[in-house]
C-alpha cells in the first residue's frame, strides 16, 4: 500500500441497507477525515479522528458514524442508507491536526436508490 | 456563518495567464489551501498560505490578505493538462477545512 486507499471504488446500493466505506492509510498520519464531495458543493466534513482512538463530527455527521481502532484504518458507516447519501466519499489523512496538508484516498463513488 | 466563495467557471488560453479568486468569511484563521481537482479523481495539494503575500511554486503562485479576507491562485503558461477544478479551502478556528465549492477552469488551444 502506498498512501490512502478506499474501498470500494464504487457501490449502488438499496435504502435502508448497511454500508462501511473501508479507508486505509500507511504514513502513519495521525489525523484522518470523511468528507462527501457533492456537485455544486464544496466538501463537508462528516467526521474526523485527530489521534487512534478518538473521533469527532463534522459539519454533517447524521446518518453517518465512525471509528478508530489503530492509526491506519477509518471505516465510515451507514447504518441506513437513504437516497440523500448519493455522493462521493472522500478519505484524507494528515500528520497531525494544525497547518497540515490533507492527502486525499481515490473516492468512494456511492448511489443510493 | 462561515463561507468561501470563488466563481463557479473560467475559461482561459493555452500559454495565457489566469487568476482564479477566493473570497472567506470563517470562525477564525489558521491558514489558506489551494488543491486541484481533475475530474473523477481526488484533491491534490498546491499551495498553503498563512501570512499574507505571495508564494510562488513554479508556474503556480498563491496570494493571501488576511485583512481582506482574500486569496487568489495565479497560473501562468497554461498546459491542456491545468484543465481541472480549483478548490480553496481555510482552516478555521478549529483547524478544519472550510471548502469553496470550487472553480472549474476550462483551457482551450
Known amino acids: 500500500i502506498a498512501g490512502i486507499t478506499q474501498a470500494p471504488t464504487s457501490q449502488i446500493l438499496a435504502a435502508g441497507r448497511r454500508m462501511t466505506l473501508r479507508c486505509t492509510q500507511d504514513?502513519?498520519?495521525?489525523?484522518m477525515y470523511w468528507y462527501r464531495q457533492d456537485l455544486g458543493l464544496g466538501l463537508r466534513l462528516i467526521h474526523y479522528?485527530?489521534?487512534?482512538?478518538?473521533?469527532g463530527k463534522g459539519e454533517v455527521p447524521d446518518g453517518y458514524s465512525v471509528s478508530r481502532a489503530n492509526t491506519d484504518d477509518f471505516p465510515l458507516t451507514l447504518a441506513s442508507a437513504v437516497p440523500s447519501q448519493t455522493s462521493v466519499y472522500f478519505c484524507?489523512?494528515?500528520?497531525?491536526?494544525?497547518?497540515?496538508?490533507?492527502?486525499f484516498g481515490p473516492g468512494t463513488r456511492l448511489t443510493v436508490l | 456563518g462561515q463561507n468561501i466563495d470563488q466563481p463557479t467557471e473560467m475559461t482561459a488560453t493555452e500559454g495565457a495567464i489566469v487568476q482564479i479568486n477566493c473570497t472567506y468569511q470563517?470562525?477564525?484563521?489558521?491558514?489558506l489551501f489551494w488543491y486541484q481537482q481533475h475530474a473523477g479523481e481526488a484533491p491534490t495539494f498546491l499551495s498553503y498560505?498563512?501570512l499574507d503575500g505571495l508564494e510562488e511554486k513554479g508556474r503556480f503562485s498563491s496570494f493571501l490578505s488576511r485583512s481582506k479576507g482574500y486569496s487568489y491562485l495565479l497560473l501562468k503558461e497554461l498546459q491542456m493538462k491545468d484543465s481541472a477544478s480549483y478548490l480553496c479551502?481555510?482552516?478555521?478556528?478549529?483547524?478544519?477545512?472550510?471548502w469553496g465549492a470550487g472553480t472549474k477552469l476550462i483551457i482551450k488551444p
Open positions: 484524507a489523512s494528515s500528520p497531525g491536526t494544525d497547518d497540515n496538508e490533507q492527502f
Open positions: 504514513m502513519r498520519h495521525n489525523a
Open positions: 479522528s485527530n489521534t487512534a482512538g478518538t473521533t
Open positions: 470563517t470562525s477564525g484563521f489558521n491558514g
Open positions: 498560505n498563512v
Open positions: 479551502a481555510v482552516s478555521d478556528s478549529n483547524y478544519q477545512l472550510i
